[in-house]
Protein backbone atom coordinates (compact mmCIF):
# COMPACT_ATOMS: atom_id res chain seq x y z
CA UNK A 1 0.00 0.00 0.00
CA UNK A 2 1.56 3.15 -0.59
CA UNK A 3 2.24 5.36 2.01
CA UNK A 4 2.42 9.38 2.50
CA UNK A 5 5.35 11.67 3.43
CA UNK A 6 5.79 14.71 5.46
CA UNK A 7 8.25 17.06 5.82
CA UNK A 8 8.56 18.14 9.13
CA UNK A 9 10.04 21.55 9.66
CA UNK A 10 12.68 22.14 12.77
CA UNK A 11 14.21 25.68 13.40
CA UNK A 12 17.32 25.62 16.09
CA UNK A 13 16.94 22.18 16.73
CA UNK A 14 13.39 22.19 17.95
CA UNK A 15 10.35 20.83 16.03
CA UNK A 16 7.78 23.98 14.78
CA UNK A 17 4.34 23.63 14.74
CA UNK A 18 4.01 23.45 11.00
CA UNK A 19 5.93 19.88 11.44
CA UNK A 20 3.08 18.25 13.62
CA UNK A 21 0.25 20.16 10.67
CA UNK A 22 2.10 18.50 8.05
CA UNK A 23 2.66 14.57 10.22
CA UNK A 24 -1.10 14.79 10.97
CA UNK A 25 -2.13 16.22 7.29
CA UNK A 26 0.08 13.01 6.34
CA UNK A 27 -2.21 10.73 8.78
CA UNK A 28 -5.38 11.82 7.22
CA UNK A 29 -4.59 11.15 3.89
CA UNK A 30 -2.60 7.88 4.41
CA UNK A 31 -5.82 6.92 6.66
CA UNK A 32 -7.89 8.30 3.52
CA UNK A 33 -6.13 5.58 1.39
CA UNK A 34 -6.83 2.93 2.86
CA UNK A 35 -4.48 2.86 6.27
CA UNK A 36 -0.93 3.41 4.39
CA UNK A 37 2.24 4.38 6.35
CA UNK A 38 2.99 7.83 7.26
CA UNK A 39 6.62 8.48 6.75
CA UNK A 40 8.13 11.46 7.99
CA UNK A 41 11.86 13.13 7.02
CA UNK A 42 13.67 15.17 9.61
CA UNK A 43 16.44 17.54 9.10
CA UNK A 44 18.92 19.09 11.64
CA UNK A 45 22.09 19.27 13.25
CA UNK A 46 23.98 16.20 15.35
CA UNK A 47 20.87 16.07 18.32
CA UNK A 48 18.01 16.68 15.96
CA UNK A 49 17.02 12.93 16.34
CA UNK A 50 15.73 13.29 19.87
CA UNK A 51 13.17 14.84 18.43
CA UNK A 52 11.72 12.55 16.01
CA UNK A 53 9.66 10.18 18.34
CA UNK A 54 7.36 13.29 18.94
CA UNK A 55 6.42 12.84 15.19
CA UNK A 56 5.27 9.49 16.12
CA UNK A 57 3.00 10.81 18.70
CA UNK A 58 1.13 12.77 15.84
CA UNK A 59 0.62 9.59 13.60
CA UNK A 60 4.05 9.13 12.04
CA UNK A 61 4.97 5.10 11.71
CA UNK A 62 8.34 5.82 10.48
CA UNK A 63 10.72 8.94 10.98
CA UNK A 64 13.83 9.43 9.01
CA UNK A 65 16.06 11.49 10.71
CA UNK A 66 18.83 13.63 8.60
CA UNK A 67 21.75 14.54 10.66
CA UNK A 68 24.27 16.44 9.22
CA UNK A 69 26.18 19.35 11.33
CA UNK A 70 25.98 21.31 8.42
CA UNK A 71 22.59 20.97 8.13
CA UNK A 72 21.31 23.15 11.21
CA UNK A 73 19.91 25.15 9.00
CA UNK A 74 17.86 24.51 5.92
CA UNK A 75 20.07 23.99 2.92
CA UNK A 76 18.22 24.27 -0.26
CA UNK A 77 19.71 22.01 -2.53
CA UNK A 78 20.72 19.55 0.09
CA UNK A 79 16.97 19.31 1.19
CA UNK A 80 15.47 19.11 -2.07
CA UNK A 81 17.54 16.19 -3.04
CA UNK A 82 16.97 14.01 -0.15
CA UNK A 83 13.55 14.35 -0.31
CA UNK A 84 13.06 13.76 -4.09
CA UNK A 85 15.63 10.51 -3.42
CA UNK A 86 13.39 9.66 -0.82
CA UNK A 87 10.22 9.91 -2.88
CA UNK A 88 11.63 7.99 -5.73
CA UNK A 89 12.91 5.01 -3.19
CA UNK A 90 9.07 3.82 -2.98
CA UNK A 91 5.98 4.02 -3.59
CA UNK A 92 3.80 7.40 -2.50
CA UNK A 93 1.09 8.67 -2.81
CA UNK A 94 1.32 12.28 -1.36
CA UNK A 95 3.82 14.50 0.18
CA UNK A 96 3.00 17.38 2.54
CA UNK A 97 5.43 20.67 3.06
CA UNK A 98 4.35 23.44 5.32
CA UNK A 99 4.11 26.62 3.27
CA UNK A 100 6.82 28.47 5.56
CA UNK A 101 9.07 30.17 4.34
CA UNK A 102 11.60 27.39 4.06
CA UNK A 103 8.88 24.89 2.56
CA UNK A 104 7.22 27.30 0.15
CA UNK A 105 11.42 27.19 -1.45
CA UNK A 106 11.50 23.06 -0.82
CA UNK A 107 8.64 21.90 -2.84
CA UNK A 108 8.40 23.59 -5.65
CA UNK A 109 12.55 22.33 -6.00
CA UNK A 110 11.23 18.75 -5.26
CA UNK A 111 8.19 19.19 -7.96
CA UNK A 112 10.59 20.15 -10.29
CA UNK A 113 13.01 17.38 -9.60
CA UNK A 114 9.90 14.64 -9.52
CA UNK A 115 8.26 15.83 -12.03
CA UNK A 116 5.52 15.85 -9.89
CA UNK A 117 2.43 17.82 -9.52
CA UNK A 118 2.49 20.56 -6.40
CA UNK A 119 -0.88 22.43 -4.78
CA UNK A 120 0.81 25.57 -2.73
CA UNK A 121 -0.55 27.31 0.52
CA UNK A 122 -3.33 24.43 0.37
CA UNK A 123 -6.06 24.87 2.96
CA UNK A 124 -8.09 21.66 2.24
CA UNK A 125 -7.32 18.48 0.69
CA UNK A 126 -9.32 15.24 -0.11
CA UNK A 127 -8.33 11.93 -2.13
CA UNK A 128 -10.17 11.16 -4.97
CA UNK A 129 -9.81 7.61 -6.55
CA UNK A 130 -6.87 8.48 -8.53
CA UNK A 131 -6.66 12.18 -7.63
CA UNK A 132 -5.74 14.53 -5.08
CA UNK A 133 -8.04 17.67 -4.33
CA UNK A 134 -6.64 20.25 -3.31
CA UNK A 135 -7.97 23.79 -2.03
CA UNK A 136 -6.47 27.23 -1.87
CA UNK A 137 -7.20 30.75 -1.41
CA UNK A 138 -6.06 33.22 -4.23
CA UNK A 139 -6.94 36.91 -5.31
CA UNK A 140 -6.75 37.72 -1.35
CA UNK A 141 -8.97 35.07 -0.17
CA UNK A 142 -12.01 36.37 -2.33
CA UNK A 143 -11.81 32.99 -4.33
CA UNK A 144 -10.84 29.25 -3.60
CA UNK A 145 -9.40 28.14 -5.85
CA UNK A 146 -9.99 23.76 -6.64
CA UNK A 147 -6.81 21.97 -7.54
CA UNK A 148 -6.85 18.16 -8.97
CA UNK A 149 -3.48 16.29 -8.89
CA UNK A 150 -2.85 13.72 -10.80
CA UNK A 151 -0.45 10.73 -10.69
CA UNK A 152 1.92 9.98 -7.38
CA UNK A 153 3.26 11.39 -5.47
CA UNK A 154 1.16 14.44 -5.51
CA UNK A 155 2.60 17.34 -3.81
CA UNK A 156 1.01 19.54 -1.32
CA UNK A 157 2.26 22.52 1.02
CA UNK A 158 0.05 23.19 3.50
CA UNK A 159 -0.91 26.77 4.56
CA UNK A 160 0.05 27.11 8.68
CA UNK A 161 -2.29 26.81 11.00
CA UNK A 162 -5.29 25.15 8.55
CA UNK A 163 -4.80 21.23 10.27
CA UNK A 164 -5.27 20.92 14.24
CA UNK A 165 -3.14 17.95 14.97
CA UNK A 166 -3.90 15.75 17.72
CA UNK A 167 -2.01 13.70 19.88
CA UNK A 168 -2.77 9.61 19.43
CA UNK A 169 -1.02 6.56 20.61
CA UNK A 170 1.90 5.63 17.89
CA UNK A 171 5.51 4.74 18.42
CA UNK A 172 7.41 6.03 15.29
CA UNK A 173 10.66 3.42 14.01
CA UNK A 174 13.33 5.96 13.74
CA UNK A 175 16.00 4.97 10.92
CA UNK A 176 18.95 7.90 9.74
CA UNK A 177 19.05 8.62 6.06
CA UNK A 178 22.48 10.28 4.59
CA UNK A 179 22.04 13.79 2.82
CA UNK A 180 21.52 12.69 -0.77
CA UNK A 181 24.23 15.37 -1.90
CA UNK A 182 27.65 16.35 -0.05
CA UNK A 183 26.68 19.60 2.00
CA UNK A 184 29.63 20.95 1.26
CA UNK A 185 28.72 20.52 -2.49
CA UNK A 186 25.97 23.18 -1.86
CA UNK A 187 25.95 26.40 -4.40
CA UNK A 188 23.62 28.00 -2.01
CA UNK A 189 24.18 28.13 1.68
CA UNK A 190 21.88 30.31 4.29
CA UNK A 191 24.75 31.76 6.75
CA UNK A 192 22.33 33.06 8.65
CA UNK A 193 18.83 33.60 10.16
CA UNK A 194 18.21 36.81 11.54
CA UNK A 195 15.67 36.66 13.54
CA UNK A 196 13.46 39.51 15.04
CA UNK A 197 14.72 39.34 19.14
CA UNK A 198 11.36 39.06 20.86
CA UNK A 199 10.02 37.31 24.08
CA UNK A 200 6.22 37.63 22.18
CA UNK A 201 4.21 35.11 20.75
CA UNK A 202 5.16 34.32 17.16
CA UNK A 203 1.66 35.20 15.44
CA UNK A 204 2.17 32.43 13.14
CA UNK A 205 2.50 29.55 16.40
CA UNK A 206 -0.45 31.52 18.25
CA UNK A 207 -3.46 30.00 18.51
CA UNK A 208 -5.02 33.44 19.94
CA UNK A 209 -4.77 36.49 18.35
CA UNK A 210 -6.06 39.86 19.67
CA UNK A 211 -5.31 42.50 17.04
CA UNK A 212 -5.89 46.27 16.83
CA UNK A 213 -6.78 48.93 13.84
CA UNK A 214 -6.75 52.76 13.20
CA UNK A 215 -9.54 52.45 15.68
CA UNK A 216 -7.20 52.70 18.64
CA UNK A 217 -6.14 56.66 17.37
CA UNK A 218 -2.50 56.41 19.30
CA UNK A 219 -0.01 53.78 19.66
CA UNK A 220 -0.52 54.41 23.46
CA UNK A 221 -3.80 52.90 23.16
CA UNK A 222 -2.31 49.44 22.01
CA UNK A 223 -2.09 48.91 25.48
CA UNK A 224 -5.65 48.00 25.65
CA UNK A 225 -4.93 45.25 22.85
CA UNK A 226 -2.01 44.02 25.14
CA UNK A 227 -3.53 44.21 28.46
CA UNK A 228 -6.52 42.05 26.34
CA UNK A 229 -4.09 39.27 25.24
CA UNK A 230 -2.39 39.51 28.58
CA UNK A 231 -5.66 38.29 30.31
CA UNK A 232 -6.40 35.92 27.69
CA UNK A 233 -2.98 34.48 28.30
CA UNK A 234 -0.85 32.86 25.60
CA UNK A 235 -2.26 35.44 23.12
CA UNK A 236 0.32 37.41 20.40
CA UNK A 237 -0.99 40.71 19.24
CA UNK A 238 -1.38 41.28 15.24
CA UNK A 239 -1.82 44.68 14.34
CA UNK A 240 -2.97 46.21 10.43
CA UNK A 241 -1.04 47.90 7.94
CA UNK A 242 -2.76 51.21 8.69
CA UNK A 243 -1.19 51.00 12.72
CA UNK A 244 2.20 49.38 11.40
CA UNK A 245 2.55 52.15 8.42
CA UNK A 246 1.91 54.71 11.38
CA UNK A 247 4.68 53.28 13.24
CA UNK A 248 2.60 52.43 16.30
CA UNK A 249 3.00 48.44 15.82
CA UNK A 250 6.61 46.55 14.52
CA UNK A 251 5.99 46.42 10.47
CA UNK A 252 6.68 42.39 11.74
CA UNK A 253 2.95 42.84 13.79
CA UNK A 254 1.32 43.30 10.40
CA UNK A 255 -1.47 41.13 9.53
CA UNK A 256 -3.05 40.52 5.80
CA UNK A 257 -2.01 40.11 2.13
CA UNK A 258 1.43 42.21 2.43
CA UNK A 259 1.67 40.92 5.98
CA UNK A 260 1.36 37.84 8.14
CA UNK A 261 -1.04 35.23 6.88
CA UNK A 262 -2.68 33.26 10.04
CA UNK A 263 -5.13 30.53 10.55
CA UNK A 264 -5.72 30.84 14.54
CA UNK A 265 -8.08 29.13 16.76
CA UNK A 266 -9.46 32.66 17.49
CA UNK A 267 -9.31 36.22 15.92
CA UNK A 268 -10.56 39.10 17.80
CA UNK A 269 -10.24 42.48 16.19
CA UNK A 270 -10.43 45.80 17.72
CA UNK A 271 -11.34 48.90 15.66
CA UNK A 272 -10.50 47.47 12.49
CA UNK A 273 -12.43 48.21 9.22
CA UNK A 274 -11.99 44.28 7.37
CA UNK A 275 -10.21 45.96 4.29
CA UNK A 276 -9.93 43.24 2.31
CA UNK A 277 -6.01 43.30 2.34
CA UNK A 278 -6.76 42.95 5.99
CA UNK A 279 -9.23 39.60 5.60
CA UNK A 280 -6.41 38.13 2.60
CA UNK A 281 -4.24 37.46 5.83
CA UNK A 282 -6.60 36.36 8.34
CA UNK A 283 -10.16 34.84 7.46
CA UNK A 284 -8.85 31.39 7.67
CA UNK A 285 -9.25 32.13 11.90
CA UNK A 286 -11.56 29.59 13.12
CA UNK A 287 -13.63 31.78 14.98
CA UNK A 288 -13.77 35.52 14.39
CA UNK A 289 -14.88 38.05 17.05
CA UNK A 290 -14.92 41.68 15.65
CA UNK A 291 -15.43 44.91 18.01
CA UNK A 292 -16.40 48.27 15.99
CA UNK A 293 -18.67 51.10 16.64
CA UNK A 294 -19.76 51.41 12.81
CA UNK A 295 -22.10 48.40 12.62
CA UNK A 296 -21.43 48.49 8.73
CA UNK A 297 -17.81 47.51 8.68
CA UNK A 298 -16.84 45.11 6.41
CA UNK A 299 -15.11 42.94 9.22
CA UNK A 300 -18.85 42.08 10.59
CA UNK A 301 -19.50 40.26 7.25
CA UNK A 302 -16.96 37.55 8.25
CA UNK A 303 -17.42 37.79 12.15
CA UNK A 304 -18.78 35.23 14.19
CA UNK A 305 -19.14 37.15 17.09
CA UNK A 306 -19.26 40.69 16.72
CA UNK A 307 -19.82 43.83 19.28
CA UNK A 308 -21.13 47.15 17.99
CA UNK A 309 -19.91 49.73 20.38
CA UNK A 310 -16.99 51.62 21.53
CA UNK A 311 -13.63 49.68 21.92
CA UNK A 312 -12.35 52.03 24.45
CA UNK A 313 -15.43 51.35 26.78
CA UNK A 314 -15.83 47.46 25.61
CA UNK A 315 -11.82 46.43 25.56
CA UNK A 316 -11.19 47.04 29.17
CA UNK A 317 -14.72 46.26 30.41
CA UNK A 318 -14.22 42.20 28.72
CA UNK A 319 -10.72 42.19 29.99
CA UNK A 320 -11.65 42.31 33.26
CA UNK A 321 -14.25 39.68 32.76
CA UNK A 322 -11.52 37.60 31.49
CA UNK A 323 -9.46 38.29 34.19
CA UNK A 324 -11.89 37.67 36.72
CA UNK A 325 -13.28 34.68 34.62
CA UNK A 326 -9.37 33.04 35.04
CA UNK A 327 -8.83 34.24 38.35
CA UNK A 328 -11.56 31.51 39.71
CA UNK A 329 -10.17 28.94 37.79
C1 LIG B 1 -1.48 46.92 -1.94
C2 LIG B 1 -2.05 47.03 -0.56
C3 LIG B 1 -1.69 46.09 0.38
C4 LIG B 1 -2.20 46.17 1.68
N1 LIG B 1 -1.86 45.22 2.60
C5 LIG B 1 -2.43 45.26 3.81
C6 LIG B 1 -2.15 44.25 4.78
O1 LIG B 1 -1.36 43.33 4.56
N2 LIG B 1 -2.77 44.33 5.99
C7 LIG B 1 -3.65 45.33 6.31
O2 LIG B 1 -4.18 45.33 7.43
N3 LIG B 1 -3.90 46.30 5.42
C8 LIG B 1 -3.31 46.29 4.20
N4 LIG B 1 -3.58 47.31 3.32
C9 LIG B 1 -4.33 48.48 3.80
C10 LIG B 1 -5.83 48.26 3.81
O3 LIG B 1 -6.36 48.59 2.55
C11 LIG B 1 -6.52 49.15 4.88
O4 LIG B 1 -6.17 50.50 4.63
C12 LIG B 1 -6.13 48.84 6.32
O5 LIG B 1 -6.27 47.44 6.55
C13 LIG B 1 -7.06 49.59 7.26
O6 LIG B 1 -6.63 49.39 8.57
P1 LIG B 1 -7.62 49.63 9.80
O7 LIG B 1 -8.74 48.68 9.71
O8 LIG B 1 -6.77 49.61 11.01
O9 LIG B 1 -8.08 51.14 9.60
P2 LIG B 1 -9.46 51.76 9.11
O10 LIG B 1 -9.86 51.22 7.81
O11 LIG B 1 -9.28 53.22 9.22
O12 LIG B 1 -10.52 51.24 10.17
C14 LIG B 1 -10.59 51.66 11.49
C15 LIG B 1 -11.86 51.09 12.07
O13 LIG B 1 -11.92 51.42 13.45
C16 LIG B 1 -13.28 51.68 13.79
N5 LIG B 1 -13.26 52.55 14.97
C17 LIG B 1 -12.85 53.83 15.08
N6 LIG B 1 -12.97 54.26 16.35
C18 LIG B 1 -13.51 53.24 17.05
C19 LIG B 1 -13.90 53.07 18.41
N7 LIG B 1 -13.74 54.06 19.31
N8 LIG B 1 -14.41 51.90 18.79
C20 LIG B 1 -14.60 50.88 17.91
N9 LIG B 1 -14.24 50.98 16.60
C21 LIG B 1 -13.70 52.14 16.18
C22 LIG B 1 -13.85 52.37 12.56
O14 LIG B 1 -15.25 52.22 12.52
C23 LIG B 1 -13.14 51.62 11.43
O15 LIG B 1 -13.94 50.56 10.97
C24 LIG B 1 -3.08 47.24 2.02
C25 LIG B 1 -3.42 48.18 1.06
C26 LIG B 1 -2.92 48.08 -0.20
C27 LIG B 1 -3.31 49.12 -1.22
Redesign the pocket.
Known amino acids: MAAVLAVAEARNGELRKVAFEAVAAARQAADASGGGEVHAMLFGAPGISARAEALGRFGADVVSVVEHEALGRYSPEVFAATVAERLRASDYRAAFFAASAEGRDLAPRVAAKLGASLASDVTDFQLQGDAVIARHPAYTGKVIVTLRLMGSPALLSLRPGSITPSEQPRTARVETMAPAMDPAAARVTVTELSAQISTRLDLGEASIIVS ?6 TAENFKLVEDLAAAIGNAAVG ?5 TDDGWRPATD ?6 RLVSPDLYIA ?9 L ?2 MRNAKTIVA ?4 KD ?1 P ?1 FKIADYGIV ?4 E ?1 VPRLTEEIRKVRQNQ
Not at 270 to 278: D, P, T
Not at 291 to 294: E, G, Y
Open positions: GGRGLRATRAVQIGQTGVGISGAVQHAGINKDAIGDLFI
